[in-house]
C-alpha cells in the first residue's frame, strides 16, 4: 500500500487547508488512518485517526474542534481538514495506515506517506 499526502501550502493564521490521503488502486475501508505532524525540534505527534469503516474519529486535544477527519464513499481517500491555522499548527503532516480487524486506532502504522508541509505564518 503506498499512499499519497497532498494538499498542503504556507498560508495565514485563520486560514484553513484540506489535506488529503490517497493509495491509488487500493481500498483504505479495512485500515485505520491516523494523520500524524512533525515540527522541527519536537516529537511527532498524531491529530487525528479515523478507525477501520471510519466507525470513529479520535482528535488531539491540540487540533480538537479545528480540524475535521472524513473519508470519501469509495474509502479510497482521507481528508484533514484545518481550519483557524494557527502558527503552532506548521509542521510536516503525514498519513499512515495500517490493517485494522476492529474499530479503534492502534498505536503503530504500517504504511507511511511522504509527507506535505503545512506552514502558518503571518
Known amino acids: 500500500v503506498q499512499l499519497q499526502a497532498s494538499g498542503g501550502g504556507l498560508v495565514q493564521p485563520g486560514d484553513s487547508l484540506r489535506l488529503s490521503c490517497s493509495a491509488p488502486?487500493?481500498?483504505?475501508?479495512?485500515?485505520?488512518v491516523r494523520w500524524f505532524r512533525q515540527a522541527p525540534g519536537k516529537e511527532r505527534e498524531g491529530v487525528a485517526c479515523s478507525s477501520r469503516g471510519n466507525r470513529s474519529t479520535y482528535y488531539a486535544d491540540s487540533v480538537k474542534g479545528r480540524f475535521t477527519l472524513s473519508r470519501d464513499i469509495a474509502k479510497k481517500s482521507v481528508f484533514l481538514q484545518m481550519n483557524n491555522l494557527q502558527p503552532e499548527d506548521t509542521a510536516v503532516y503525514y498519513c499512515?495506515?495500517?490493517?485494522?480487524?476492529?474499530?479503534?486506532?492502534?498505536?503503530?502504522?504500517?504504511?507511511w506517506g511522504q509527507g506535505t508541509q503545512v506552514t502558518v505564518s503571518s
Open positions: 488502486g487500493f481500498t483504505l475501508a479495512n485500515y485505520a
Open positions: 499512515a495506515a495500517v490493517y485494522s480487524r476492529d474499530f479503534t486506532c492502534p498505536k503503530n502504522y504500517t504504511y
